[in-house]
């Protein structure tokens, strides 16, 4: 599998169904983090947008692949042919196994569920014919059984890890019909149904089968290996189905080490044990001036409510917070806010119906036990020391937020406007680990230990928003980003990054040879934008691969191989980044964005003089020419047949665009 694909895409379009993707990303995090990253995947993305160069696996999960057919028929199955048949993996759980087949029999006869036809990708060259035992109903359990597989544990190279049949959840999925006729077409059976099927299923009863497609490969399956029993909850009005939680239960082990034999079998790297799936921790409230908190508090008073104990709450439109007193901060060990035995939650978490526990700082900054992986010490200290030689930053990073584990910097700022409302400018949220991180779009932004998390709060006046656009912020955080990281000390200066249009940071890749160099994404962007009291209120989040090296490159990887610059501390990098986005938006401000800031852009992007493909303009061919300084709109020109200008000049918005800079092309965003 090549080195630069790390992401691993769960469709979430028409056809599936919330639970199935819920049990999908649940389980594929915890059996492929940190080697990728595992996130949704819309069906506008799967037709708009350049997906396949990155992407190891493509996951179909469970639902009705009719849905399916509706939206990706035609085009969207020619992407994914395409991309499968050039070395691309695929894997379809029940819905996905009949729509990976050639030929999809459900329920004939029953005039209700029947559904027959061919299917476009034909990964599987013959039928999925189900449901392979009688009772299905669709939005329901009541069909729903444990099914005994037998696996081929020679194909798979389990002999002496799993034993005997293993029972995985069932719920209206299909049997390869005759694929144990079909090795000369590549086809391998994984597993078998033990049980009497209730159709017929040909010679054998393939549960689960691998299908080599070109330079590609697919896994296809009738039941659903992904469904770990901690994620299905009990029914009581339906009989039986105690039993099928308890025996489900019993193989939870050996299902794990079925499903990492497929994933290896597709050719992904697999670690050997489950990663833990955090727990959301406490949130710690500082300040540089410590006394600034009670300060904040006290402009905080009219959204604190009090319950009849007088424990303080703050709560907003997507979470609530409890605000500890000082006077019972070490009554205990400060376990995680959602915490098990093991310090991990044991299955799908609604993390908007926890409590998060706020700790304010009124006296002095958080001790080193109490956030072991972030020194307050170190970062206010480092503030202070950048603010010397930088020229207009005196106030951002002053008051911030900071948790150990968080779902997103981002949306525990911008989806609670009553606590957003009371933010300065400046202030900032800085996380450790994001179990639920936001990207541009439907993407999520993957964040494990070693990345720098952060999310800061603009209160951009609203008489400037015509002259002063906040379509510019991001502009500026990516120039703030590359320039904190190269002034960050000595022998970062030279350190190749680039800024790719509109929102991303890329480096060059330093396993790539020096004559062909090869650039990968190493920061995320976002801005997330309200409007109250005048203000556009604007939450700036960027992510740095910093210390995490997987799954892509970091920062350190960029350092020399001989040890002679250490290694990035992320509260000194926050600090150097946020004195250098302050004084560049005193600068936008004061000017706009003008000549100087343009330059400074320019230094570092990717794009100038690129020739590219307008695929929104039908297909015109252009050369880019740069932003505007108006709307930050791309500019390019049009370029006739023999690559000479015509005259017409096309401005690009960021926000309906998406820019795959090594392909040249310019595509239209939805």
């Given at each position: 599998m090549s080195a630069s694909r790390l992401n691993v895409l769960v469709y979430t379009g028409p056809g599936t169904t919330v639970e199935s993707v819920k049990h999908c990303l649940y389980t594929l995090r915890r059996l492929l983090a940190p080697n990728y990253a595992v996130t949704p995947f819309s069906e506008n993305a799967l037709l708009k947008e350049p997906w396949q160069p990155t992407c190891a696996l493509l996951v179909f999960p469970g639902g009705a692949d009719l849905g399916f057919c509706s939206v990706l028929n035609g085009a969207g199955n020619r992407r994914i042919t395409e991309y499968v048949r050039r070395g691309g993996r695929y894997l379809g759980f029940c819905a996905?196994?009949?729509?990976?087949?050639?030929?999809?029999?459900?329920?004939?006869?029953?005039?209700?569920?029947?559904?027959?036809?061919?299917?476009?990708?034909?990964?599987?060259?013959?039928?999925?014919?189900?449901?392979?035992?009688?009772?299905?109903?669709?939005?329901?359990?009541?069909?729903?059984?444990?099914?005994?597989?037998?696996?081929?544990?020679?194909?798979?190279?389990?002999?002496?890890?799993?034993?005997?049949?293993?029972?995985?959840?069932?719920?209206?999925?299909?049997?390869?019909?005759?694929?144990?006729?079909?090795?000369?077409?590549?086809?391998?059976?994984?597993?078998?149904?033990?049980?009497?099927?209730?159709?017929?299923?040909?010679?054998?009863?393939?549960?689960?089968?691998?299908?080599?497609?070109?330079?590609?490969?697919?896994?296809?399956?009738?039941?659903?290996?992904?469904?770990?029993?901690?994620?299905?909850?009990?029914?009581?009005?339906?009989?039986?189905?105690?039993?099928l939680l308890n025996e489900i239960t019993s193989h939870n082990e050996q299902r794990a080490k079925f499903l990492r034999a497929c994933l290896t079998k597709l050719g992904l790297n697999v670690d050997e044990t489950l990663a833990m799936i955090p727990s959301l921790s406490s949130l710690h409230l500082s300040a540089l001036r410590p006394s600034e908190v009670d300060e904040m508090l006290h402009d905080w008073e009219e959204i604190i409510t009090r319950d009849e104990k007088g424990e303080e709450f703050i709560k907003a439109e997507s979470d609530s917070f409890h605000i500890e007193k000082k006077d019972s901060r070490w009554d205990h060990a400060h376990p995680p806010v959602d915490s098990e035995s093991d310090g991990t939650t044991s299955g799908i978490t609604d993390y908007t119906s926890i409590v998060k526990k706020l700790i304010p700082h009124e006296e002095s900054w958080p001790d080193v036990k109490e956030t072991p992986n972030f020194h307050h010490s170190l970062f206010y200290q480092s503030l202070v020391s950048y603010r010397r030689t930088e020229l207009g930053a005196e106030e951002w990073g002053n008051q911030i937020m900071y948790g150990e584990v968080v779902t997103s910097t981002n949306t525990l700022l911008e989806k609670n406007t009553t606590l957003l409302?009371?933010?300065?400018?400046?202030?900032?949220?800085?996380?450790?680990?994001?179990?639920?991180?936001?990207?541009?779009?439907?993407?999520?932004?993957?964040?494990?230990?070693?990345?720098?998390?952060?999310?800061?709060?603009?209160?951009?006046?609203?008489?400037?928003?015509?002259?002063?656009?906040?379509?510019?912020?991001?502009?500026?955080?990516?120039?703030?980003?590359?320039?904190?990281?190269?002034?960050?000390?000595?022998?970062?200066?030279?350190?190749?990054?680039?800024?790719?249009?509109?929102?991303?940071?890329?480096?060059?890749?330093?396993?790539?040879?020096?004559?062909?160099?090869?650039?990968?994404?190493?920061?995320?962007?976002?801005?997330?934008?309200?409007?109250?009291?005048?203000?556009?209120?604007?939450?700036?989040?960027?992510?740095?691969?910093?210390?995490?090296?997987?799954?892509?490159?970091?920062?350190?990887?960029?350092?020399?191989?001989?040890g002679s610059v250490a290694p990035f501390r992320i509260e000194k990098l926050i600090a150097r980044i946020l004195t250098v986005l302050e004084a560049l938006y005193a600068e936008f401000k004061r000017d706009g964005f003008g000549e100087r800031l343009e330059k400074r852009y320019y230094r570092h992007w990717l794009h100038s003089g690129q020739k590219v493909t307008l695929e929104a303009e039908g297909g015109v061919r252009a050369r880019v020419l740069g932003i505007t300084r108006d709307w930050g709109m791309l500019r390019a020109e049009e370029l006739d047949g023999e690559g000479r200008a015509t005259g017409r000049v096309w401005a690009l918005q960021s926000d309906e665009n998406s820019f795959d800079y090594w392909k040249g092309l310019v595509k239209r965003r939805v």
């Open positions: 996905g196994g009949y729509y990976g087949s050639g030929r999809c029999e459900f329920e004939v006869g029953d005039k209700k569920l029947e559904v027959v036809g061919r299917r476009e990708l034909a990964f599987f060259p013959g039928t999925c014919r189900g449901g392979a035992f009688k009772g299905f109903q669709y939005h329901s359990e009541a069909g729903a059984r444990a099914a005994r597989v037998s696996v081929a544990r020679d194909v798979l190279s389990l002999e002496s890890e799993v034993n005997g049949d293993i029972s995985v959840y069932y719920n209206g999925g299909g049997v390869f019909v005759d694929a144990e006729t079909m090795k000369d077409e590549g086809v391998e059976v994984l597993a078998s149904y033990s049980d009497e099927l209730d159709v017929d299923g040909g010679k054998g009863k393939a549960a689960v089968v691998y299908c080599k497609v070109a330079e590609g490969a697919s896994i296809l399956t009738g039941p659903h290996p992904e469904f770990a029993p901690a994620n299905l909850s009990p029914q009581p009005s339906i009989p039986g189905y105690d039993e409302s009371k933010l300065p400018t400046g202030f900032t949220l800085i996380a450790t680990t994001q179990v639920a991180g936001r990207g541009r779009g439907s993407n999520v932004w993957i964040a494990p230990p070693g990345c720098l998390i952060m999310s800061t709060v603009i209160n951009h006046p609203a008489h400037l928003a015509a002259s002063r656009p906040i379509v510019f912020l991001q502009y500026l955080a990516a120039i703030a980003t590359v320039e904190g990281v190269r002034s960050y000390g000595p022998g970062c200066q030279d350190l190749p990054l680039k800024i790719k249009w509109p929102n991303d940071v890329y480096a060059q890749d330093p396993r790539s040879p020096p004559s062909s160099p090869r650039y990968v994404k190493i920061c995320g962007i976002l801005a997330n934008c309200s409007y109250t009291s005048g203000s556009y209120q604007i939450v700036l989040g960027i992510g740095v691969n910093t210390n995490n090296g997987r799954p892509t490159i970091d920062l350190d990887s960029l350092l020399p191989a001989d």
